[in-house]
């Protein structure tokens, strides 16, 4: 497997004053289910698009599969897009809108039927040759419209948003069908996303944007329990930030007085200054375990008070004061019974390998 399938170099775009693409590097590696996640705005599109060649570089260089595609007309390039708005052409049938991307390709009758039916069996929609794009559920017209590119054998298949207006049930649905497929072709997959569940459920890394410049690339475990910054943290999920100043270090550790809280000795995994009042950190709400009775386990244990929860059918979150706070803390539990809290008093406890420590922005 290549480590540098895809290799962007100092890759620049910038529109008049806008950078929406701002000297980025990185690699993609061949097979990879590789996501780029980032809030409106951020370049995603962008990005992709200097990759299909839709979009020309004002810096940088673009190599596919070792081969300098900087310059290269999309045609020519060894990639294919599937939009989010799947463009299916209304007035010609399923089997005639997959083959159209192959009408310049010098393929027999047999070949191109042979190669119909078996991107129609990839996306599981044998038998739906002869129907027309108004016959078609959403999730149908999206398989096909992954079909007619899959149909053309991609090395790279670029995919923007391609789930993105689909209901959540589906959506949910294809996003494991979508998986299944891209092991099934071996195929590299570049998919973009501003959903951060569906980034980390279905790929193999993720590439986090901001403002045009990536923040982070990590695989999804990492990228959760070990974020980079506040922007990455603050992103994936939620957390609880609380300010903090470090002390001495010793060894992989630093003594980190967290306001609220006290003064502990904890790892230093990025390599924070020693004395630096400028620094806050991350603890998971689901890292803070919670308990209606006295608990003797964890490095800190706290008392509070519950001053709210929302239901969320498998999670219940609390908003929990600890005295002298400014703000409540956010725990969350599973299957977690409301009524066991007499009076709302409730105990903490949270685990020092669960608090990360990071430079304020
Ligand atoms: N052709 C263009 N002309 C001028 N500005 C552009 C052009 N295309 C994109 N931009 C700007 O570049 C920035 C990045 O746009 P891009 O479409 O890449 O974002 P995105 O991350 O895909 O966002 P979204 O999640 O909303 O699709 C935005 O500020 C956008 O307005
Ligand atoms: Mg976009």
């Keep these: 497997m290549s480590e540098n399938f895809i290799d962007i170099r100092n890759i620049s775009r910038h529109f008049g004053t806008v950078k929406a693409v701002d000297d980025v590097s990185f690699s993609?590696?061949?097979?990879?289910?590789?996501?780029?996640?980032?809030?409106?705005?951020?370049?995603?599109?962008?990005?992709?698009?200097?990759?299909?060649?839709?979009?020309?570089?004002?810096?940088?260089?673009?190599?596919?599969?070792?081969?300098?595609?900087?310059?290269?007309?999309?045609?020519?390039?060894?990639?294919?897009?599937?939009?989010?708005?799947?463009?299916?052409?209304?007035?010609?049938?399923?089997?005639?809108?997959?083959?159209?991307?192959?009408?310049?390709?010098?393929?027999?009758?047999?070949?191109?039927?042979?190669?119909?039916?078996?991107?129609?069996?990839?996306?599981?929609?044998?038998?739906?040759?002869?129907?027309?794009?108004?016959?078609?559920?959403?999730?149908?017209?999206?398989?096909?419209?992954?079909?007619?590119?899959?149909?053309?054998?991609?090395?790279?298949?670029?995919?923007?948003e391609p789930l993105g207006a689909l209901d959540k049930k589906l959506r949910d649905e294809m996003q494991i069908e979508l998986r299944n497929l891209?092991?099934?072709?071996?195929?590299?997959?570049?998919?973009?996303?501003?959903?951060?569940?569906?980034?980390?459920?279905?790929?193999?890394?993720?590439?986090?944007?901001?403002?045009?410049?990536?923040?982070?690339?990590?695989?999804?475990?990492?990228?959760?329990?070990?974020?980079?910054?506040?922007?990455?943290?603050?992103?994936?999920?939620?957390?609880?930030?609380?300010?903090?100043?470090?002390?001495?270090?010793?060894g992989e550790n630093i003594m980190v007085k967290i306001d609220q809280i006290g003064e502990f000795s904890i790892k230093n995994k990025l390599n924070i200054p020693e004395n630096d009042n400028e620094t806050v950190v991350s603890i998971r709400p689901e890292a803070i375990v919670l308990s209606p009775s006295p608990i003797d386990k964890g490095d800190i244990v706290m008392e509070g008070t519950i001053e709210n929860s929302s239901y969320y059918g498998e999670l219940t979150s609390f908003y929990v004061r600890v005295q002298g706070a400014e703000n409540p803390l956010i725990a969350s539990s599973q299957r977690f019974d409301n009524n066991s809290f007499e009076g709302n008093k409730c105990y903490l406890s949270i685990n020092f390998e669960d608090i990360n420590l990071l430079k304020k922005e």
């Excluded at 007035?91 to 192959?102: A, D």
């Excluded at 569906?198 to 959760?224: F, K, T």
């Design 28 to 160: 993609i590696k061949q097979g990879e289910f590789f996501s780029l996640l980032g809030p409106s705005g951020c370049g995603k599109t962008t990005l992709l698009r200097l990759l299909a060649g839709f979009e020309s570089a004002n810096q940088g260089e673009i190599f596919i599969d070792g081969v300098d595609v900087t310059t290269m007309p999309p045609n020519l390039r060894p990639t294919n897009m599937v939009f989010q708005n799947y463009a299916i052409f209304p007035h010609i049938n399923v089997k005639k809108n997959i083959e159209f991307g192959m009408r310049k390709e010098k393929l027999s009758k047999q070949e191109l039927e042979n190669r119909v039916q078996e991107v129609l069996s990839l996306v599981k929609l044998e038998g739906y040759e002869e129907r027309f794009s108004n016959q078609l559920s959403g999730g149908q017209r999206q398989r096909i419209a992954l079909a007619r590119a899959l149909i053309k054998r991609p090395k790279v298949l670029l995919l923007d």
């Design 182 to 250: 891209q092991k099934a072709v071996g195929i590299t997959f570049v998919f973009v996303t501003h959903d951060q569940s569906e980034s980390i459920s279905m790929s193999d890394r993720v590439a986090v944007m901001n403002e045009g410049q990536i923040q982070q690339i990590s695989d999804p475990h990492d990228l959760y329990y070990n974020p980079q910054n506040i922007f990455v943290s603050d992103f994936i999920g939620t957390t609880n930030f609380l300010s903090s100043s470090t002390g001495s270090s010793n």
